[in-house]
Structure formats: structure tokens, C-alpha cells
């Protein structure tokens, strides 16, 4: 058993509601007849309001992550890392899996589940934004996303562009973004070392007709990269 003294707050989850429950508590407690007691699984607190932005920035993890002792540092607060099994409300103690936890007052925040409201499939197809490690995992399958493009074959193009006549080889490649495609390749230069991404972003084509695409990429690489079509001619 967790040694806790009595007339004791016992406050479950270091999230954004316990940790402000235990730093304006310790303001009122007076610390000679009673203690706070923060439990979390994990002994750290996490910006979660920040999250999302881990999916396409480069945050790292000391930008959303903070050790819980240094936002307790110096406060009346004792910190017990251990998972929260059960409350027994009758005993007035909190089961972990660091040892039962005794209370005379608790404040229970220990946040949210993803819901599926039962959605057949839902769980195993999607990804949930609920911390900083399953934003990395978002982020990380966009990035192979796009590696993808790299992998497959799309369609042979050629095309011929203010007197350049450019056959770029069968080496097109296509990926379903969003409501999109973005078709893409690869393009090396002679000397081996340039290297650059030739890309269009078009609407998701009716069939698979190239000539759309053909239609849409001469417009693109007209207004936008005439420069590195130039560079091409030398190909
Ligand atoms: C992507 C995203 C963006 C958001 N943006 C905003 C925003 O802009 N503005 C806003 O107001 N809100 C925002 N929110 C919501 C906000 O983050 C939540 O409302 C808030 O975090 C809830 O606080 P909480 O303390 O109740 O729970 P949480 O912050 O989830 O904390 C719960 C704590 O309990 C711990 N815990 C859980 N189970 C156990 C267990 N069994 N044993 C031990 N410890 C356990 C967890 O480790 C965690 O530390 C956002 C949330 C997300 C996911």
C-alpha cells in the first residue's frame, strides 16, 4: 500500500485538468494536515492541443512533451507514476498497478477514449489523433505515402513542349491524395546528382484516360517549371 496521509486529495491524471486541479489545490492545502497525490501512467504531461500539428511540422518531442516533475517542481505535490485499475468508493481507495492508493478526497481526471460508435471496421482502417506518438504515426503514413509514389508505375508519357520534344519514359507515377491525384516522377539528371520532382496535382480522372493527365500536365509545367523542362531537353 501507498503510504498517504490522511484528510489526504488523491488526484487521478496528470492531463490538463488534473495538473491544474493539483497546482490550484496546493495553493489551499495546508500542507502540515494534508498532502496532494497526482497518479499517472505516464510521468509526463503531453500539449495535446498541439498535436495535429506534429502531422506536418517538425515538432519535436520537447515541443509537446513535458516531465510532470518539473511543472510540480517545488509545489506541495507528490507525483506516483502507476496505472489506475479501480476506485472502491465503499474502502475509499484507488487500485494501481503501483498498490492501492488511499483517499479522503478524489478527483478523477483521467481524460477520454476514441469512440467508434460501433462503426464496423473503423478502428482497425483509421488512425486516431490522440497523442504525440500516434501523430508521429500520422505523419509517417503520409510520408510513405508519398514514397509509394516513387514505387509504382503509372503510365508511359510523352510530350513535346515549345520545341522540346521530351519523352520522360514509362516511369509516371500516380497517388490518390485527398479528393485528388497527384501524379509525379522522378526525374535525374545527366550528371547523376540533380535530382528533382516533377508533380501535378489533378482532379481524380473519370477513367483512366492519359490524355487527361497529358491535357493538365502541359499546363502545369508550362506555368511552372519551364526552367527545369529546359534542363530536360538535355536528358
Ligand atoms: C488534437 C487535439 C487538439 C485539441 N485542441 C484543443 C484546443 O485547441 N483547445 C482546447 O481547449 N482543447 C483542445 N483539445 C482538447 C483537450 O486536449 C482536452 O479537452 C483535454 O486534454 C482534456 O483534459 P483531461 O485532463 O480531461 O484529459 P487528458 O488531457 O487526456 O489527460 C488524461 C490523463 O490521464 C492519464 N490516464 C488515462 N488513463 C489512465 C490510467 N488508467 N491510469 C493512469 N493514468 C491514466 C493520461 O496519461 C493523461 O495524462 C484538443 C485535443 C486534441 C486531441
Not at 490538463?16 to 497518479?39: C, F, P, Y
Not at 509504382?152 to 521530351?166: A, E, P, V
Not at 500536365?217 to 534542363?231: G, I, R, T
Request: include cysteine; charge should be negative.
Amino acid at each position: 500500500m501507498v503510504n498517504v496521509a490522511p484528510k489526504d486529495i488523491v488526484i487521478l491524471g496528470a492531463g490538463v485538468a488534473g495538473i491544474r486541479a493539483a497546482l490550484d489545490l496546493e495553493k489551499k492545502i495546508d500542507s502540515r494536515t494534508g498532502r496532494i497525490v497526482l497518479v499517472d501512467e505516464n510521468d509526463y504531461h503531453q500539449y495535446l492541443y498541439k498535436i495535429q500539428e506534429v502531422c506536418n511540422k517538425d515538432y519535436e518531442e520537447k515541443d509537446i512533451i513535458v516531465p510532470i516533475f518539473r511543472l510540480i517542481k517545488g509545489k506541495n505535490i507528490e507525483f506516483i507514476k502507476a496505472s489506475v485499475r479501480t476506485v472502491d468508493p465503499e474502502r475509499r481507495v484507488v487500485d494501481t498497478t503501483g498498490g492501492e492508493i488511499p483517499y479522503d478526497i478524489l478527483v478523477i481526471a483521467l481524460g477520454s477514449h476514441i469512440a467508434y460508435f460501433g462503426i464496423e471496421g473503423l478502428e482497425e482502417n483509421s488512425l486516431t489523433l490522440s497523442s504525440f506518438e500516434a501523430a508521429r504515426e500520422i505523419r509517417s503514413r503520409i510520408e510513405e505515402l508519398f514514397k509509394e509514389v516513387a514505387q509504382k508505375t503509372f503510365d508511359t508519357l510523352k510530350f513535346s513542349i515549345r520545341g522540346f520534344d521530351i519523352d520522360l519514359g514509362a516511369k509516371w507515377k500516380k497517388i490518390k491524395y485527398v479528393d485528388d491525384f497527384v501524379i509525379c516522377r522522378n526525374i535525374i539528371m545527366k550528371d547523376e546528382k540533380t535530382q528533382f520532382l516533377l508533380a501535378v496535382l489533378s482532379k481524380p480522372p473519370e477513367s483512366d484516360d492519359i490524355e487527361r493527365y497529358y491535357e493538365q500536365l502541359l499546363d502545369w509545367a508550362v506555368q511552372n517549371s519551364f526552367p527545369d523542362l529546359e534542363k530536360l531537353s538535355t536528358i
